[in-house]
């Protein structure tokens, strides 16, 4: 069994409610300003709006969750063993780098983190929080020097 440490899901499936609550807010305010309230018109448009959210949370939380535990870290798709953890302090990032998870670049609105593996090689690791990702891996890769 292995321990969370740290963990960013990407999105919260809370977001498919925001089409149809637009909906019911819509329909409200033909209610309140007197008008015909078109109950199909806005149960389309709660629908279609639920319907082509459902798709893009998805995606956010397959490609850009992140998750450290006591036994690996996953970013996105791509998972590393804790024990090819070398190093997540003074690690610096040469041009070129390559990005875990499987993109050509650090997503947008998030952090990059420089990471050196038992191999030598340095990969860049990326989160919203990249303190507390790097406090986590940091963590990892000291227990994991304990334990070899």
Request: with cysteine; aromatic share 8%.
């Amino acid at each position: 069994m292995s321990d969370r440490l740290y963990a960013e899901s990407g999105v919260s499936w809370g977001a498919v409610v925001w089409g149809p609550v637009f909906a019911v807010f819509g329909a409200l305010f033909e209610l309140v300003t007197g008008g015909p309230v078109h109950v199909v018109g806005w149960l389309l448009v709660g629908v279609g709006l639920c319907a082509i959210t459902v798709p893009w949370v998805y995606a956010r939380r397959r490609f850009l969750s992140l998750e450290v535990t006591t036994k690996q870290l996953r970013q996105g798709r791509e998972k590393v063993p804790a024990d090819q953890l070398a190093s997540v302090t003074d690690v610096g990032a040469p041009v070129g780098t390559r990005v875990l998870g499987g993109g050509w670049s650090v997503p947008r609105k998030y952090d990059s983190l420089p990471v050196k593996l038992a191999d030598g090689s340095v990969v860049l690791a990326w989160a919203k929080d990249v303190e507390a990702l790097r406090d986590a891996l940091d963590r990892l890769v000291r227990a994991t020097r304990k334990e070899a």
